[in-house]
Nanobody
Framework: QLQLVESGGGLVQPGGSLRLACATS????????IGWFRQAPDKAREGVSSISRSGGDTAYAESVKGRFAISRDNAKATVYLQMNGLQPEDTGIYYC???????????????????WGQGTQVTVAS
């Protein structure tokens, strides 16, 4: 089993920034691609970003391109999501997930991922 724990969420004003972290343990982090998803109240969980095992390939939802940046530190077994220019529509619970064999063309599909964290709340409001 791979355990994932998200942190870094909170309340921020529009235009502000947050940096989420997804710390993993239990299995070798290097074997997994990692994705970030979010779920707003009364909405389906949607893919936000993903990063390959090496960190060389990344993907973003159109709604966050240019504002969010995903990165990973394999030595720390942690993936980060830097979120800038936050807007109220970015509000939701943010989850990280790990995939053993991620199809890069399907990174935004929940079924591609094998393990999930419990989520961290992000609220953007004035």
């Amino acid at each position: 089993q791979l355990q994932l724990v998200e942190s870094g969420g909170g309340l921020v004003q529009p235009g502000g920034s947050l940096r989420l972290a997804c710390a993993t343990s239990g299995l070798s982090f290097d074997y997994f691609a990692i994705g970030w998803f979010r779920q707003a109240p009364d909405k389906a969980r949607e893919g936000v970003s993903s990063i390959s095992r090496s960190g060389g390939d990344t993907a973003y939802a159109e709604s966050v391109k240019g504002r969010f940046a995903i990165s990973r530190d394999n030595a720390k077994a942690t993936v980060y999501l830097q979120m800038n220019g936050l807007q109220p529509e970015d509000t939701g619970i943010y989850y990280c997930a790990a995939a053993r064999a991620l199809n890069s063309n399907r990174w935004f599909l929940k079924k591609e991922y094998d393990y999930w964290g419990q989520g961290t709340q992000v609220t953007v409001a004035s």
